[in-house]
């Protein structure tokens, strides 16, 4: 019976010491979109009385959705990295 080699050779093992930094990138873009940016854009809209506070419930959701973005692509990376993806 032949012994299976000890490394995978689709994880990335020269990117592995950035694997700690993305986890925590993703983490907190994530948690800062879903916790805290778009239900500030939902508690804004039904709040803020005046023509602005579309806008600023717009800015809000966008601001949020490029948060998540960016979340979603730095997790997508470290799936790759770890050959989860």
């Not at 948690?31 to 854009?41: D, Q, R, S, T």
């Not at 005046?50 to 966008?62: D, F, M, R, S, T």
Request: proline letters at 6%; a positive charge; one cysteine or more.
């Amino acid at each position: 019976m032949a012994m299976q080699p000890l490394s995978n050779p689709n994880i990335l093992y020269e990117d592995l010491p950035k694997v700690p930094s993305f986890a925590k990138a993703h983490g907190s873009l994530m948690g800062l979109a879903f916790v805290i940016i778009m239900p500030m854009g939902a508690v804004i809209i039904r709040t803020v009385r005046g023509k602005n506070a579309v806008w600023i419930h717009a800015a809000c959701q966008l601001l949020g959705w490029v948060l998540m973005v960016g979340g979603l692509a730095t997790g997508i990376r470290l799936g790759n990295i770890l050959d989860r993806v």
